[in-house]
């Protein structure tokens, strides 16, 4: 998929496509809840920023066919402001700080359907952890607090709070708030400090901290700490930089680029089932596997293994993408996937685990493939296309 700046036939053309999608959804009657017959979607984006449309299509198969916008897209630009959208049993979840409000959505006969928005300002959202079913809960900051919020899908009720972190450092004054995960009635909140007033060179914290909130009374029992790496993940509302393993162990990836850090490694670490502290036999410098690249996402293959989407070094964080096989127990590197260049942004959820094979979306400079990936045989084929002029694939999603 060839990146470039839209030209005017093409500001044309997603102006039609939109009028396309949306001109007759009026007469089209709306359910409640989203088509049952899709078992996957795609978040994409036609255009370059700022003259962009974003959609959501419908991917009938991971392994074979074409994915089009061409009457299955369901545009989102007027409700939805981007990719950061969180997505559980075909509905869509967004808070947009910008406009205030907070939403729940699904697509029905080619349109986004509003079920609930809420007003909405607490916070501007950037990690979310599910604690069951229907409870979402979402961090964030605001007015130099990080806070959460607690969200019952169901009627989209919420209950808001201020995290309580570890204090400013001298110099820094806002946190950046990085993967989180829930694990037995707590839950682990990454974060690493920052400043809200940007220079050509940014101050660095050389330390990262993880929060310790038992659940549901949101306050911090404990703080982990290390200063080897910055920034533990984030936004996770873009694409997935933790996990659990089948043993309940937690695994989570630095990126300390996003934060303007370019000294610091890009590191796996360990919290072990049962434990509330880093696992001191564990750490994983993965960037020194990957010629100083950085890890801006991570899937769990299952068995022990990991897929890290893997930047090249630098100071641009929408560089050029490649996919690494890990071995994530005995934090080894195990090989750099023979996939085109992705040559898409950082924040992209790019991967599908399922029947024990990833499935994953490369934006290429020509055509672009969900690829099949099968760790057991270590074969690796194209499957489905995207086709009709896309420009960004941002979102896969399994939304049954």
Same mark, same amino acid.
């Given at each position: 998929?060839?990146i470039?700046?839209?030209?005017?036939?093409?500001? =044309?053309?997603?102006s039609?496509?939109?009028?396309? =999608? @949306?001109?007759?959804s009026?007469?089209?009657?709306?359910?409640?809840?989203?088509?049952k017959?899709?078992k996957y979607?795609?978040?994409?984006?036609?255009?370059?920023?700022?003259?962009?449309?974003?959609y959501?299509?419908?991917?009938?198969?991971?392994?074979?066919g074409?994915?089009?916008?061409?009457g299955s897209?369901?545009?989102?630009?007027?409700?939805?402001y981007a990719?950061?959208?969180?997505?559980?049993?075909g509905?869509?979840? #967004?808070?947009n700080? !910008?406009?205030?409000?907070?939403?729940?959505? #699904?697509?029905? @006969?080619g349109?986004?359907?509003v079920?609930?928005?809420?007003?909405?300002t607490?916070l501007?959202?950037s990690?979310?952890?599910w604690?069951?079913?229907?409870?979402?809960?979402?961090?964030?900051t605001a007015?130099?607090?990080?806070?959460?919020?607690i969200?019952?899908v169901?009627?989209?009720?919420?209950?808001?709070g201020?995290? @309580?972190l570890?204090a400013?450092p001298?110099g820094?004054?806002e946190?950046?708030?990085?993967?989180?995960?829930f694990?037995?009635?707590?839950?682990?909140?990454?974060?690493?400090?920052?400043?809200?007033?940007?220079?050509a060179?940014?101050p660095?914290?050389q330390k990262? !901290?993880?929060?310790?909130? *038992?659940?549901?009374?949101m306050n911090?029992?404990?703080?982990?700490?290390?200063?080897?790496?910055?920034?533990?993940?984030?936004?996770?509302?873009?694409?997935p930089?933790?996990?659990q393993?089948?043993?309940? &162990?937690?695994?989570?990836i630095?990126?300390?680029?996003? *934060?303007?850090?370019?000294?610091?490694?890009s590191?796996?670490y360990?919290?072990?089932?049962?434990?509330?502290?880093?696992?001191?036999?564990?750490y994983?410098?993965?960037?020194?596997?990957?010629?100083?690249g950085?890890?801006?996402?991570?899937?769990?293959?299952g068995?022990?293994?990991?897929?890290?989407?893997?930047?090249?070094?630098g100071?641009?964080?929408?560089?050029? #993408?490649?996919?690494?096989?890990?071995?994530i127990r005995?934090?080894?590197?195990i090989?750099?996937?023979?996939?085109?260049?992705?040559? !898409?942004?950082r924040?992209?959820?790019a991967?599908?685990v399922?029947?024990?094979?990833?499935?994953?979306?490369?934006?290429?400079? &020509?055509?672009?493939y969900?690829?099949?990936?099968?760790?057991?045989?270590?074969?690796?084929?194209p499957?489905?296309?995207?086709?009709?002029?896309?420009?960004?694939?941002?979102?896969?999603?399994?939304?049954?």
């Open positions: 998929m060839k470039m700046n839209i030209l005017p036939f093409k500001v =044309l053309a997603i039609a496509l939109a009028l396309a =999608l @949306n001109g007759c009026d007469e089209l009657s709306e359910s409640s809840e989203p088509v017959d899709v979607s795609a978040v994409v984006c036609v255009g370059s920023w700022p003259n962009t449309a974003y959501i299509a419908d991917v009938p198969s991971l392994k074979e074409q994915i089009s916008l061409k897209g369901a545009e989102m630009t007027g409700k939805v990719q950061d959208v969180i997505q559980k049993d509905f869509y979840y #967004h808070a700080f !910008g406009s205030g409000r907070f939403g729940k959505y #699904h697509v029905q @006969n349109a986004l359907i079920d609930k928005e809420v007003p909405f607490f501007n959202w990690s979310y952890v604690a069951d079913d229907q409870t979402l809960v979402i961090f964030g007015e130099g607090e990080a806070r959460y919020a969200v019952k169901a009627d989209m009720t919420l209950t808001t201020k995290l @309580n570890e400013y001298k820094f004054d946190y950046a708030i990085g993967f989180a995960e694990r037995d009635s707590k839950l682990f909140i990454g974060f690493s400090f920052t400043t809200s007033t940007y220079s060179n940014m660095v914290y990262f !901290g993880v929060a310790v909130v *038992n659940y549901p009374g911090t029992e404990s703080i982990i700490s290390d200063t080897r790496t910055t920034t533990p993940g984030g936004p996770v509302v873009y694409a930089a933790s996990f393993d089948e043993n309940g &162990d937690i695994y989570f630095s990126d300390p680029v996003y *934060n303007y850090d370019y000294k610091s490694p590191s796996i360990r919290i072990k089932k049962g434990a509330t502290q880093l696992d001191n036999t564990y994983f410098d993965f960037s020194s596997k990957v010629e100083n950085m890890g801006p996402a991570m899937w769990y293959l068995n022990g293994k990991a897929i890290v989407r893997t930047r090249v070094k100071i641009n964080i929408d560089a050029e #993408h490649s996919f690494s096989v890990i071995d005995n934090g080894a590197f090989k750099k996937l023979d996939l085109p260049a992705d040559k !898409g942004e924040m992209v959820k991967v599908i399922e029947d024990g094979k990833a499935y994953i979306a490369v934006n290429a400079a &020509d055509k672009d969900i690829w099949e990936y099968d760790p057991a045989t270590e074969a690796l084929k499957g489905a296309e995207f086709v009709g002029g896309m420009d960004y694939i941002l979102r896969l999603e399994k939304v049954k």
